[in-house]
T-cell receptor
Framework: EAGVVQSPRYKIIEKKQPVAFWCNPI?????LYWYLQNLGQGPELLIRYENEEAVDDSQLPKDRFSAERLKGVDSTLKIQPAELGDSAVYLC???????????FGPGTRLLVL | SQQGEEDPQALSIQEGENATMNCSYK?????LQWYRQNSGRGLVHLILIRSNEREKHSGRLRVTLDTSKKSSSLLITASRAADTASYFC?????????????FGTGTRLQVTL
């Protein structure tokens, strides 16, 4: 079984530029999560999807961050414009119905210069 | 925001010794989970303990949960160099079908030969 796939693995951009991250969850997993992980910290939830519906986006900074999961499968997280403080690892995870554990992708490491 | 804190922040032991990590949290939970993260990788689920359980074992892992003190501990017995990683506790407070995890700050474990 393939795991959660994320791309790119690394991204370096200048501040004020846009950036997008892509995630393909494990096949059949209807719940998808985006997390932000700062250096030396645990992951913090940005948004949770159940199928194509965003059911928890309370921690997503909506002035510059957006996400979509149009067909309820893969998802894109976008930042526009990026700020220096957005430098972090962006993790995607997925789980299936009635499943209490989450499966994580390798993350995208973003550096904003 | 982080649900709780882990103690110690960093731990260095020799191969063969036991490693104990502690986690404290703030709110009522359905279950508590432990994840491992190798450097530059995503998180991997290790073990889950439910709120009505007090102790659980999986291979060389032993987890305890004290809901009255809102704390948990993870014991790794007979540690190996490959156990070197960051370990995170995560609490699930969601009463729905999908998991909603809030992670602690993590313990960085270094196992030396």
């Amino acid at each position: 079984e393939a795991g959660v796939v994320q791309s790119p693995r690394y991204k370096i951009i200048e501040k004020k530029q846009p950036v997008a991250f892509w995630c393909n969850p494990i096949s059949g997993h209807n719940t998808l999560y985006w997390y932000l992980q700062n250096l030396g910290q645990g992951p913090e939830l940005l948004i949770r999807y159940e199928n194509e519906e965003a059911v928890d986006d309370s921690q997503l900074p909506k002035d510059r961050f957006s996400a979509e999961r149009l067909k309820g499968v893969d998802s894109t997280l976008k930042i526009q414009p990026a700020e220096l403080g957005d430098s972090a690892v962006y993790l995607c995870a997925s789980s299936s119905d009635n499943q209490e554990t989450q499966y994580f992708g390798p993350g995208t490491r973003l550096l904003v210069l | 925001s982080q649900q709780g804190e882990e103690d110690p922040q960093a731990l260095s032991i020799q191969e063969g010794e036991n490693a104990t990590m502690n986690c404290s949290y703030k709110t009522s939970i359905n279950n508590l989970q432990w994840y491992r993260q190798n450097s530059g990788r995503g998180l991997v689920h290790l073990i889950l303990i439910r709120s009505n359980e007090r102790e659980k074992h999986s291979g060389r892992l032993r987890v305890t949960l004290d809901t009255s003190k809102k704390s948990s501990s993870l014991l790794i017995t007979a540690s190996r160099a490959a156990d070197t990683a960051s370990y995170f506790c995560a609490t699930d407070s969601d009463t729905g079908t999908a998991s909603k995890l809030t992670f602690g700050t993590g313990t960085r474990l270094q196992v030396t030969l």
